[in-house]
């Protein structure tokens, strides 16, 4: 079955610089990657997501890049901001398995001041 | 619109109890999947309704099973609790079957 690989498990980064976590999967049919932030306390929260036919996505400050042949895909936050501070969730979806998302182990973003 | 809400917040069970957990979808969704999320993991898939029927599950036992109502709100129901089942407990939902989920902000469960 699928497997998700996410890397650092902890990223501290100065405000204003940028951060990028880098995640890996298993199985080369998935066709759906999304990014998920999750504050104390709350859920995650769904912050971008990008499909196999696409390379790259961007929203003002995050973007995502997938490489469909090293089965790769990362998130990238430019101009960092205290409230980007939060732990960050890779996810990968196969759409003919009922759209079951397979997490990554999470990367715990600390934007210090 | 409001959001995924899901009750209780916190919940205390000793081993060996059952114990149900609630979710009311958001509004116009259709499909809700639970996750498991023990403490500084990822969520694991544990199962997903949609118009009221089971459409998918992970790999848990039986003993946790689900309920999805006419007005898509849901149910988790985990019997003979185990201290390993003490996690976060979440509730997402999407409209038919669609990626893009809205979560809640899960019920903390502790079996002691």
């Known amino acids: 079955g699928e497997n998700v690989e996410q890397h650092p498990s902890t990223l501290s980064v100065q405000e204003g610089d940028s951060a990028v976590i880098k995640c890996t999967y298993s199985d080369s049919a998935s066709n759906y990657f999304p990014w998920y932030k999750q504050e104390l306390g709350k859920g995650p929260q769904l912050i971008i997501d990008?499909?196999?036919n696409v390379g790259e996505k961007k929203d003002q400050r995050i973007a995502v890049t997938l490489n469909k042949t090293a089965k790769h895909f990362s998130l990238h936050i430019t101009e960092t901001q205290p409230e980007d501070s939060a732990v960050y969730f890779c996810a990968a979806s196969l759409m003919d398995s009922n759209y079951q998302l397979i997490w990554g182990a999470g990367t715990k973003l600390i934007i210090k001041p | 619109e409001t959001g995924v809400t899901q009750s209780p917040t916190h919940l205390i069970k000793t081993r060996g109890q059952q114990v149900t957990l609630r979710c009311s979808s958001q509004s116009g969704h259709n499909t809700v999947s639970w996750y498991q999320q023990a403490l500084g993991q990822g969520p694991q898939f544990i199962f997903q309704?949609?118009?009221?029927?089971?459409?998918g599950r992970g790999n848990f036992p039986p003993r946790f099973s689900g309920l999805q109502f006419p007005n898509y709100s849901s149910e988790l129901n985990v019997n003979a609790l185990e201290l390993d089942d003490s996690a976060l407990y979440l509730c997402?939902?999407?409209?038919?079957?669609?990626?893009?989920?809205?979560f809640g902000s899960g019920t903390r469960l502790t079996v002691v």
């Open positions: 990008i499909r196999s």
């Open positions: 997402a939902s999407s409209l038919e079957r669609r990626n893009g989920y809205t």
């Open positions: 309704y949609y118009r009221e029927e089971e459409n």
